[in-house]
């Protein structure tokens, strides 16, 4: 059974609804965000938005499903490129009640085989605020390197941060 499924703006008050009741805890790990980001309207836009990009290939805008299938996170590939590049970067939260339960860990090994095996990418890249120790781990079981430290990467929680760099290289597309 898939743990994530393309959004649709009918995930909109779902969205809201979990983002509202989770916003503390995702507050050290997010940007500063405006209190319509935490309304129906608002993530009606913000899905409106990703599926453009997705429409144009930039974006793969996942959503997390427990085992009931209902929503419990997000889950995006962002900044597809194509050419030689052929990478992206992979941003996910999943609700505090369902953290620490493997939802995240499968989520992210089920969309990295999605970058891999069905958009054919090369590479997919994550970062982590450097004591985010659990996203870390997460991103280590499924097969990610930590391959450096970007200083003032991401202006996270109203101040720029520093970020370890992760990456996972499709094993299919080495060369040799």
């Known amino acids: 059974m898939n743990i994530t499924r393309l959004i649709s703006l009918e995930d909109a008050p779902a969205l809201a609804e979990l983002l509202r009741a989770n916003r503390e805890f995702l507050a050290p790990w997010d940007p500063v965000r405006s ?33 009931s299938g209902r929503v419990i996170g997000r889950i995006t590939l962002n900044g597809i490129v194509r050419g030689p590049f052929q990478s992206c970067a992979m941003g996910y939260w999943v609700s505090a009640s369902h953290n620490g339960r493997g939802f995240a860990s499968r989520a992210v090994r089920e969309i990295v085989r999605v970058a891999f095996e069905e ?54 597309s080495a060369t040799g």
Not at 42 to 51: K, R, Y
Not at 142 to 163: K, S, T
């Open 35 to 67: 209190d319509d980001y935490f309304t129906a309207d608002g993530q009606h836009a913000v899905i409106q938005a990703d599926l453009q990009q997705h429409e144009q290939g930039s974006k793969l805008p996942h959503v997390i499903l427990d085992d």
């Open 119 to 172: 958009l054919g990418l090369h590479r997919v890249q994550a970062e982590t605020l450097l004591h985010n120790v659990r996203s870390q781990a997460v991103l280590e079981r499924n097969g990610f390197v930590r391959y450096g430290m970007a200083p003032e990467y991401l202006n996270i929680a109203g101040r720029w941060q520093d970020h370890a760099m992760y990456q996972v290289v499709n094993p299919s």
